[in-house]
């Protein structure tokens, strides 16, 4: 039960990190968009995928909560600055989008666009860096005795003043986070080429995707071969102890072939997706091979952090105090409990695909845009 609802954990982490072509977008709307018209055109591409994103990000938090209580409690109640700016970064996303184009709307467009730069590029990066903790560990406290002390029964204690935010002077964080924010770049220009009907926009959307892809090759590959060579943080499966150990996660791969088959997969789609576009100037189906790629490579290195005796949120301050799928779970009644309610899951995706595709039944053009129905 603790793996599968690890695996669960890791496939909202990975679906939410491709939907953040979003945050991505947003980043691109000044660079793509060069008059109001083709920028109204970007804004609603984007705009009508926001809540994809946002309920991902809530349900992906719901998901920890319930499965991994002590995670749940330990960082979003240690990291709080950490999380805090993340939200707050979502939070103006959401009233940008529900207020740009209203009707006495006294801070202007360029206000709420303001708004959509800072969500773009906050959100991408700190989520980023906030998962990159998951393979560099955290400075926390677990002292499960505090359950006894009626005076103060909390489990759980951060051990930075910073509580969260020291986790951008982490060049090894920050450079999965920045991976991240390049990717969702990518991800965002292949989308719009997909969804947007216009022969500007789809000129400079392909040129964003090389320009967008270089810099996220170099921080992705950097994290990855300083991740695998680097050290991890074992878990001794006789006696649940929590030690570092040498090349860690590139064992994980080695131990797991259907993890390394996901990877090398989902790097692979990536690649064929990009190259395609880059190459064939009429493509415009890129976004789905680098979609699923996004997919099926964070859900490997989801899986590489947490399986095969491995701790998924080590402490830097006390390695005894480190989380792992066992030490962390909610009780196996909780958890089977659960895993039936998870059985709508499939369920679920397939109305989000057939939304989806409605949404996208027809390409956005200019003169949907000037007929102003639904335009954000």
């Known amino acids: 039960m603790q793996q599968y609802w690890w695996f669960l954990i890791s496939l909202l982490g990975a679906l939410l990190v491709f939907l953040l072509f979003v945050q991505g977008g947003q980043t691109l709307l000044n660079t793509i968009g060069k008059t109001e018209m083709e920028k109204t055109m970007l804004i609603n591409a984007i705009g009508r995928k926001w809540e994809f994103t946002f ?13 991994f209580p002590l995670f749940y409690s330990t960082s979003f109640g240690g990291a709080y600055w950490l999380w805090m700016v993340l939200l707050f970064c979502f939070i103006i996303q959401a009233v940008s989008y529900q207020f740009r184009s209203k009707k006495g709307n006294i801070l202007g467009k360029k206000t709420y666009d303001i708004f959509l730069l800072i969500n773009g590029f906050g959100g991408t ?113 006789e006696n649940q102890e929590v030690y570092r150990a040498s090349g860690k996660y590139f064992l994980n791969l080695m131990e797991m072939p259907v993890v390394l088959v996901l990877f090398l997969a989902g790097v692979c789609s990536l690649l064929f997706g990009v190259i395609k576009t880059l190459l064939k100037p009429k493509y415009r189906k890129g976004v789905w091979f680098a979609g699923s790629g996004v997919v099926a490579t964070v859900l490997a290195l989801f899986l590489v952090a947490g399986l095969n005796n491995t701790s998924y949120y080590p402490s830097n301050f006390d390695l005894k105090s480190s989380l792992t799928i066992y030490n962390s779970s909610s009780s196996y009644f909780t958890l089977k409990v659960m895993s039936v309610v998870s059985l709508i899951i499939p369920f679920v995706v397939l109305y989000i695909f057939w939304v989806w595709r409605m949404i996208n039944k027809k390409d956005i053009n200019q003169a949907e845009m000037e007929s102003g129905d639904h335009t954000y």
Not at 147 to 176: D, F, H
Not at 184 to 208: M, W
């Open 55 to 67: 309920t991902t990000l809530v349900t992906f938090g719901g998901a920890f909560f319930a499965s």
């Open 125 to 237: 990066l700190l989520l980023g860096t906030a998962v990159a903790t998951f393979f560099t560990g955290s400075d926390f406290l677990v002292n499960r005795d505090n359950l006894t002390n009626l005076t103060n029964p909390v489990i759980s204690k951060w051990m930075n003043p910073l509580y969260g935010l020291e986790a951008l002077l982490n060049s090894q964080n920050l450079m999965l986070g920045l991976a991240v924010f390049f990717l969702s770049r990518v991800t965002a220009s292949l989308y719009f080429l997909n969804s947007i009907e216009d022969e500007n926009i789809s000129n400079r959307s392909r040129k964003q995707v090389l320009f967008n892809f270089v810099p996220f090759l170099v921080f992705f590959l950097g994290f990855v071969i300083w991740t695998f060579f680097g050290q991890g943080f074992s878990v001794n499966p």
